[in-house]
């Protein structure tokens, strides 16, 4: 049984498969403790394999924890992986777009994808029919829109975030709304019809925190899969075996 983490910039992720099946899935929004592992580890005690996956700096108790409980591996640009990587800078690629690749890979193989995790940033990536990363951009999430627009400004409010604004906006919160939401499901559109431009039988595959957001705005054809990079981690491990 795997135990598969993905810390991110904003959220934790921890899910639990036996093999290929998904059989449960936990969002933490603070720093994943040792005791929460202990937690899952008490509702599945077969657990035996665990890979990490982080973004960001993470307690060495988690590490620690797992080194004793598990076969343990941190995701690396060292891991053996299903598909070519292709990314002149592997050391630099963020390990959950990695991890997104091989999820999407594994569900189209042999297709061009277009992978769109839209979180704290808005990534793209790029798999083509060969199964190859070829890379990919990466762009301010809504939240950090948001944000960049009260912190770089004199009298900009910071506002609550929505799923969803009206073009023309009737107060200054209506037009930062407007302006981030809409702007933001403007680009990854206007990202979407230059792949589709360049690649025949493009299929796009939509995860991440922000899905919602853009899944009502995107035409159909668009493939969302929340669990992906917990996917794609788990098949790793499960390729490492």
């Given at each position: 049984?795997?135990?598969?983490?993905?810390i991110?910039?904003?959220?934790?992720?921890?899910?639990?498969?036996?093999?290929?099946?998904?059989?449960e899935?936990?969002?933490?929004?603070?720093?994943?403790?040792?005791?929460?592992?202990?937690?899952?580890f008490?509702?599945?005690?077969?657990i035996?394999?665990?890979?990490l996956?982080?973004?960001?700096?993470?307690?060495?108790?988690?590490?620690?924890?797992?080194?004793?409980?598990?076969?343990?591996?941190?995701?690396?640009?060292?891991?053996?992986?299903?598909?070519?990587?292709?990314?002149e800078?592997?050391?630099?690629?963020?390990?959950?777009?990695?991890?997104?690749?091989?999820?999407?890979?594994?569900?189209?193989?042999?297709?061009?994808?277009?992978?769109?995790?839209?979180?704290?940033?808005?990534?793209?990536?790029?798999?083509?029919?060969?199964?190859?990363?070829?890379?990919?951009?990466?762009?301010?999430?809504?939240?950090?829109?948001?944000?960049?627009?009260?912190?770089?400004?004199?009298?900009?409010?910071?506002?609550?975030?929505?799923?969803?604004?009206?073009?023309?906006?009737?107060?200054?919160?209506?037009?930062?709304?407007s302006?981030?939401i809409?702007?933001?499901?403007?680009?990854?559109?206007?990202?979407?019809?230059?792949?589709?431009?360049?690649?025949?039988?493009?299929?796009?595959?939509?995860?991440?925190?922000?899905?919602?957001?853009?899944?009502?705005?995107?035409?159909?054809?668009?493939f969302?899969?929340?669990?992906?990079?917990?996917?794609?981690?788990?098949?790793?491990?499960?390729?490492?075996?």
């Amino acid at each position: 049984m795997n135990l598969v983490i993905d810390i991110g910039n904003s959220t934790g992720k921890v899910a639990v498969f036996d093999k290929s099946d998904l059989l449960e899935s936990c969002l933490f929004n603070n720093e994943i403790t040792a005791n929460d592992l202990q937690e899952i580890f008490g509702k599945h005690p077969k657990i035996n394999r665990a890979i990490l996956c982080s973004v960001t700096n993470y307690s060495d108790e988690i590490s620690n924890f797992l080194d004793e409980k598990t076969s343990f591996i941190i995701l690396s640009e060292k891991t053996s992986i299903p598909i070519k990587i292709r990314y002149e800078t592997p050391q630099t690629l963020g390990k959950d777009r990695l991890a997104a690749a091989v999820g999407s890979n594994h569900l189209f193989p042999s297709q061009n994808l277009l992978v769109i995790d839209a979180g704290t940033t808005i990534t793209y990536e790029f798999i083509n029919d060969k199964n190859e990363y070829a890379g990919g951009g990466i762009s301010p999430g809504i939240d950090m829109r948001l944000k960049s627009l009260n912190h770089f400004t004199g009298k900009l409010p910071l506002i609550q975030r929505k799923d969803s604004s009206q073009l023309i906006g009737l107060t200054t919160e209506e037009s930062i709304l407007s302006g981030v939401i809409n702007g933001a499901v403007a680009e990854v559109k206007g990202i979407i019809h230059q792949y589709e431009s360049k690649f025949e039988n493009l299929q796009v595959v939509l995860t991440g925190g922000d899905t919602k957001v853009f899944e009502k705005a995107l035409e159909s054809g668009i493939f969302a899969a929340p669990h992906l990079v917990l996917t794609g981690l788990n098949i790793i491990l499960n390729y490492n075996d």
